[in-house]
């Protein structure tokens, strides 16, 4: 999915299929220039975007059968991306071994395997959502994958993002301050969906000992990535006070800060959610191993009916505060994106920005808007689940924000498919004549 921003490289591709003496070599160019020599692991973005798509339309929060046909469809050109994504990567990798280096080492490169690890979590949560209605076991295949799902966010989070910014090594270089991009914050919020995740199937596990294990594993997780968000983010706010809005090249990653805040106030409000049903659920077996202060209390349905009430509280309020924040910061990320265009920008980016019309090209970096919009969409719906149907706004808002999603997805995903018949048209240019030989 190249960038149209890239002319020059588009045109130096052109005269490459040309310059070859069949389709076959033309096709093989291609897809080496596109998705082998030029691999990258932003490509995945695509992943991200079709996969929470298919998530929101199959859990709308008004339901619909033909949105879930519409999400089925989704979730298949999701897969199609990550298998075959995922078979450049290898063949990426294998080919070019100096990439599995620059894929942990290299701060233009590596923050987006976050991407993958992020894709994959969309594509496991819709897995769930198909099969648990079948049998109740389900939830346990996908606790199995879950943890595969934590173990790519603790290498992305936390090894790529040792790598790539804070140790000293002889393929790193040092950032300066402007240079300090929204980026960043794609490994550290690859942990906040493995939080997110986790507590979407834990009232399915069988056994109460794995609920507990998957809630202190999941809180833990969202403590992490969102305390290192925060600072983060605040860091980048001080690079926008001075150096003031991204280039046109990266404007739609101001959509970032949006996607940690609302990925992390659906996380927050799913375990409160969750910490209530544990509680009120709970036995005596499961207050003398995890409650010890509830054990002795006389009147136990008051008690537990008390500290449920409490944390699912305590828990939304937290996400309403993240939620408040989100709304600021897809604020900032409109007007930074309306800001490049005609007639706001005075002199546009004549590579990036339409000289005719005034807006910008699409480019693979719209995709940076698809994953945080279905993060507050998903977190107003629980919000407003955990409360109930008296809080219609957020119910209202996650709607919009869903269709808002939709719309963009579904233009990302032609503008792909755009990009591959042009190719193909290119591919099967004939030769002249009398370059035959």
Known sequence: ??????????????????????????????VDRWFITGFTPAYFTSVMGTGISSNIMYNFPWPAHWLRVCACIMFGVAMFFFCWLTVFLVVATVKRP????????????????????????TLVNFIYYLAKPHHRLTSVGIFVLWWISVALSVYTGVIVFFFCYIGKNK????????????SILLPIVTITVASSQGNIFLLDLPRVNLQVLTFIVT???????VGVAFMITTINLSRLFIHKSPPTSLVFTSFLPVGFLGQGGYGVALMGYNLHHLIMGSSSD???????????????AVVKEIVATVFIVVFSMVDTVLLGLGYFFTAIAVFSCVAKSKPFAKTPNPEHVHSRYGFVYFSRTFWAMTFPLG????????LEKNFGPGLMFFKAMGAIYAVVLFVITIGCVIGVFCYVFDALRYIMVPRPKHDIV
């Open 286 to 300: 499961m207050h003398e191993k995890y409650m010890a202060f509830m054990a002795s209390s006389e009147n136990m």
């Open 98 to 121: 100096e990439r599995r280096i620059a894929f942990t080492w290299d701060p233009d490169v590596a923050p987006y395997m976050g991407c993958m690890a992020m894709g994959y979590m």
């Open 375 to 382: 993060t507050m969409s998903l977190a107003q719906s629980q």
């Open 219 to 225: 809180f833990l997780l969202w403590a992490v990535a």
């Open 171 to 182: 393929h790193a270089h040092k950032l300066k301050h402007q240079d300090l991009h929204l």
């Open 1 to 30: 999915m190249p960038s149209s921003s890239e002319d020059d490289k588009s045109s130096d591709t052109v005269a490459d299929y040309r310059n070859t003496h069949t389709r076959w070599q033309r096709l093989c160019c291609v």
